[in-house]
């Protein structure tokens, strides 16, 4: 199974993380959005392989995540 990891720095981005959290797409299930206030990160930690979601988030922000990468899961 692999696990996409993707980071956007908000500090130069066209949004809050506010905002954003507010307009945020349902994700299929075992997908998390994740944030750190502090540095003004937000992501997405996704298991589905889905990417429906990430062109509204790329709207959102304005540009594509800083990070992004893939991993097998180990089990």
């Known amino acids: 199974m692999t696990v996409r990891l993707l ?3 908000l500090a130069d981005s ?3 993380l506010d905002e954003l959290r507010a307009k945020l797409p349902p994700l299929p299930e075992g997908d998390a959005w994740i944030s750190d206030p502090t540095t003004e990160c937000f992501g997405l930690i996704s298991f589905s392989g889905s990417s429906t979601e990430l062109e509204q988030i790329r709207e959102l922000v304005g540009k ?3 990070i992004g990468e893939e991993f097998e899961l180990e089990t």
């Open 7 to 9: 980071l956007w720095s």
């Open 14 to 16: 066209k949004t809050t």
């Open 64 to 66: 594509d995540p800083e």
